[in-house]
């Protein structure tokens, strides 16, 4: 887990949505306390920062030599002040590790999402800029962790990337190691597979929906919220919006315990330091997590078919954490929990992802002994840990729902087993394109009676399935126009996402 921190003149709009006129001038944050933001890190849970050093509106929140929209027009500290200098020496007093946000949109500028400019001479100006922007947070604040490219960025980063921060993770771009989930709920989806096709990958903006076991590159999944959601920047009129532990306990079901990284955004307010509410929610989670899952009642490592924790007397559980040593792979399937009750067997639970993390509560039971069983798996199934707990608490009520999300592919959805999709505006090229149907809840394990129109007229043979990719379909589309539609049944699973793309 870490913390995001926004911070920056939209923190200074109080209230004036989609207001530009906010300078630096208007810029103090007199009461400032970058070890007040680390300690309140710390008590989240979080082990690392990632800061918003620069945002959509192009404010730079460091000494930057690009320009003078930034806090060297700042009253604070008369034009001096360095946020990201004085949160760099809290992380280490504090041992956290610090990312950087750096928005390639910058309106100040002029350049757009992606940092994309209007004319190829705004273009190549915008470029240098961003480049030089990068270098200094790249090259002067010490060793960091993660580096934000929200949206992707157009501006050529990666020789800047392997110089400076050869092992940083980046998020989305053409040099991107982890990925968005595909919300700002703070949910990811189960299963949640950190790997993915290379095709997808190269985008720079897959998202969870992406995911695949099967996939020949390995970027895990950030899942961002803030805890005012939806809210990045701190407002007077939010207050009102602070998540509660039980929401925020929620949150980490459903992304931690899904295999997810979870980066909680807390936005400091005008004086620069946390309100009292979101501190104390971003605790109380921390103190919460820790007391829940700080301490297992017993836990075992193991490889086979089958990994059983033995336990030395009866005890009461109501929460199995699963771990795989995912430096082999995510190569469980399905599995199911058992536990062994005066001396039988009994099913305790199921699932199909293990990855890097699964958090799954079970209904409270006295067991002897609990045990894995790998009934779908790529080779042995590993685990580096099983680990039962007794929380003494229900889990949120929530915790195993299916959650949204968005790709850069999404066109829409099926349930009750059926999905007809409309064309239109999805095949404007004559070309192949890939169809997948990413299930909400389990998998899809097959499509059958596949109907697919072009140009008015049936065309199966223009229809391909994809050996070994039971979810996916290959379509021909020719020069018979844009219009047109598919439709089939889905097998295994009854409702999800469709996605698709131009191959």
């Known amino acids: 887990m870490g913390m995001f921190i926004h911070f920056g003149n939209e923190t200074y709009q109080n209230g004036r949505p989609g207001s530009y006129t906010v300078q630096p001038s208007e810029v103090n944050p007199v009461n400032l306390d970058t070890d007040e933001w680390a300690k309140t890190a710390l008590a989240a849970g979080a082990r690392y920062i990632v800061f918003v050093a620069k945002h959509q509106y192009g404010f730079c929140c ?271 399937r399905g599995y199911r929990l058992e536990g062994r009750v005066e001396r039988a067997w009994v099913a305790l639970g199921e699932g199909s992802a293990i990855g890097q993390k699964r958090i799954q509560p079970v209904k409270p039971v006295t067991v002897e002994a609990l045990r894995v069983v790998a009934t779908k798996s790529v080779g042995t199934m590993t685990l580096r840990r099983l680990a039962v707990f007794d929380t003494g608490m229900a889990p949120p009520s929530d915790w195993n729902a299916a959650s949204s999300l968005w790709a850069p592919d999404l066109v829409g959805g099926w349930k009750g087993g059926h999905f007809d999709l409309d064309l239109h505006g999805h095949t404007k090229e004559a070309a192949q394109y890939r169809l997948r149907l990413v299930a909400s809840e389990g998998a899809v394990t097959g499509i059958s009676d596949v109907a697919l129109m072009l140009g008015g007229a049936p065309q199966p043979k223009m229809l391909k399935k994809v050996p070994g990719k039971p979810n996916e379909l290959i379509l021909d589309v020719t020069g018979m126009g844009d219009s047109g539609t598919i439709s089939g049944t889905v097998e295994g699973a009854a409702s999800g996402q469709i996605l698709l793309g131009k191959l």
């Open 62 to 332: 460091w000494q930057t030599k690009t320009t003078d929209f930034g806090l060297k027009s700042s009253p604070w500290k008369n034009g001096k002040g360095d946020i990201m200098r004085e949160l760099q020496a809290s992380c280490k007093k504090f041992g956290l590790g610090l990312g950087v946000y750096l928005s390639p949109r910058d309106d100040h500028f002029g350049a757009a999402t992606g940092g994309i400019c209007k004319t190829p001479e705004e273009q190549k100006k915008y470029d240098a800029i961003y480049r030089e922007q990068l270098t200094e947070l790249l090259s002067e604040y010490g060793e960091l962790v993660e580096v934000w490219f929200d949206g992707a960025t157009a501006t050529p980063v990666g020789d800047i990337l392997k110089k400076y921060q050869p092992h940083v993770a980046v998020f989305q771009g053409p040099n991107a190691t982890i990925r968005w989930v595909g919300n700002e709920d703070g949910f990811a989806p189960y299963p949640c597979w950190n790997g993915i096709e290379r095709r997808d990958a190269v985008h720079g903006t897959a998202t969870a929906l992406d995911g695949t076991p099967d996939g020949d590159v390995w970027l895990p999944n950030e899942v961002d919220v803030s805890i005012r959601r939806p809210d990045w920047f701190w407002t007077p009129t939010d207050a009102n919006k602070v998540l509660t532990e039980e929401q925020l306990l929620s949150i980490y079901y459903r992304s931690v315990g899904r295999g997810g990284q979870l980066l909680l955004n807390l936005p400091p307010n005008p004086t620069g330091r946390f309100d009292a509410a979101d501190a104390e929610a971003a605790a109380k989670l921390g103190a919460e997590v820790k007391r829940r899952f700080g301490k297992s009642v017993a836990e075992t490592s193991g490889e086979g078919r089958a990994v059983t924790l033995m336990l030395k007397a009866p005890v009461r559980i109501d929460t199995v954490m699963l771990q795989e040593d995912t430096m082999k792979g995510e190569r469980v």
